[in-house]
């Protein structure tokens, strides 16, 4: 698997191995600080059919109105901020039983290094990241992988099943969350310019 940079991502640090993975990217005519603000300031109303889809797969917005910040009420659902460089990268990372309808087993995560050396049989780790890389011309591109990796063999059939069902909706999630961010950063930073 090729990283989109030479540079080493925290994301390859905290998930090397993975049993599956996504990747999706966009230009944004933004500066790195600008991108990161807009990545943190985003909500779920921003992106199309977010909620709507996240109902779907049982891990609806549980109170929330869509208002808030996304990436507050992922932490609030059991995700936590694993690396945060700004201007760089953002990686969340979450554990437990995805593939269960009712309780998901979501586990705390205390620290990095917890998420990281976590093993405990029939649950899966999952990280989400966020890298900004300066192009030419003032723009950036950002990409979001998601990777996933579970801690035994019969975690891993569940996942997988429950994978191939989520993988269409999941992938559309982040290229409309992709899309939503490009509108907020670009906006933000046409602003500022006047």
């Not at 940079?5 to 994301?11: G, I």
């Not at 969340?92 to 990281?116: C, E, M, N, T, Y």
């Amino acid at each position: 698997m090729s990283a989109p940079s030479t540079a080493t991502r925290h994301l390859d640090r905290l998930l090397p191995d993975y049993d599956v993975h996504e990747v999706h990217s966009i230009r944004v005519r933004a500066q790195p600080l600008e991108i990161q603000r807009a990545l943190s300031e985003l909500t779920a109303d921003e992106i199309w059919l977010f909620r709507a889809l996240m109902t779907v797969r049982g891990l609806g917005a549980r109170g929330s109105d869509g208002s808030r910040p996304l990436l507050e009420t992922a932490q609030e659902g059991g995700f936590a901020i694993l690396a945060l460089e700004p201007g760089r990268e953002v990686v969340l990372g979450v554990i437990g039983r995805f593939w269960q309808l009712r309780q998901r087993a979501i586990q705390p995560i205390r620290s990095p290094a917890d998420f990281a050396a976590f093993a405990e049989p029939g649950f899966a780790r999952a990280a989400l990241n966020f890298l900004i890389e300066p192009l030419d011309g003032g723009a950036c591109r950002v990409t979001t992988e998601t990777r996933v990796i579970a801690t035994d063999a019969r975690a891993r059939r569940a996942f997988r099943a429950y994978w191939t069902l989520v993988h269409p909706g999941s992938a559309f999630i982040r290229r409309m969350w992709l899309r939503a961010l490009r509108r907020r950063a670009e906006s933000a930073s046409a602003a500022a310019q006047k």
